[in-house]
Structure formats: structure tokens, C-alpha cells
């Protein structure tokens, strides 16, 4: 499966921001499907995932309550609207694809990976 994740752009902090991230290839409804992020000189931090027909998600815990998944497999995209952003939300957002039986937050259990779009929020 392909992924083409889009939407980033630069923000201000408490703005609010839409990724989607557009899955072509294989079934898509096959995957969960996860975001994760990483920053200049970080390691890649799990972001949050959802389950292969959305009716569950799980989120890291530095974006519980501002962060919230879902997908619309009719169009084999996954969104990812993050409102209340903060400065430290800034990295470049990758979605990714498992065939995993739950969701999981260890990017080694994803196989597929779009390219990464960057978000950036200023104070």
C-alpha cells in the first residue's frame, strides 16, 4: 500500500490543523493505520492510531484530548485533526500502515510509511 500524507503547514500556537493521509494500493480497510512524528534530533514519537475499521483509537499521551483520528475507508483516507497546538507539536507528521491485530505504538510494527508532511507552530 502507498500512503501520501498532506496538510501540514505553518500555524500558530492554539490553531487548529487537518492531516489526511490517502492510502492507494491494497485494501486499505486491511490496515490499522498509525501517526507518528519526529523532531529535529528526536526519536519518532508515536502520535496515535486507529483501528482497521475506526472504531478505535488510541493516542500518546502528549495529545490526548487535542488530537483525534478517524478514517473513511469508502475513500482510503485517514485524517488527523489536531486543534489547541503548541510549539512543541512541531516535527514532521508521518502516517503509516500495519497488519497488526491491535493498535500499537512501535513504529517497527508498521511495514508501509508516506512520505511525512511538516507541521510547524509558532508562539
Known amino acids: 500500500v502507498q500512503l501520501q500524507a498532506s496538510g501540514g503547514g505553518l500555524v500558530q500556537a492554539g490553531d487548529s490543523l487537518r492531516l489526511s493521509c490517502a492510502a492507494s494500493?491494497?485494501?486499505?480497510?486491511?490496515?490499522?493505520i498509525g501517526w507518528f512524528r519526529q523532531a529535529p534530533g528526536k526519536e519518532r514519537e508515536f502520535v496515535g492510531g486507529i483501528s482497521r475499521r475506526g472504531g478505535n483509537a488510541d493516542y500518546g499521551d502528549s495529545v490526548k484530548g487535542r488530537f483525534t483520528m478517524s478514517r473513511d475507508n469508502a475513500k482510503n483516507t485517514v485524517y488527523l485533526q489536531m486543534n489547541s497546538l503548541k510549539p512543541e507539536d512541531t516535527a514532521v507528521y508521518y502516517c503509516?500502515?500495519?497488519?497488526?491485530?491491535?493498535?500499537?505504538?512501535?513504529?517497527?510494527?508498521?511495514?508501509?510509511w508516506g512520505q511525512g508532511t511538516l507541521v510547524t507552530v509558532s508562539s
Open positions: 503509516a500502515a500495519g497488519q497488526v491485530y491491535y493498535i500499537d505504538d512501535v513504529p517497527a510494527s508498521y511495514k508501509y
Open positions: 494500493g491494497r485494501t486499505f480497510s486491511n490496515y490499522v
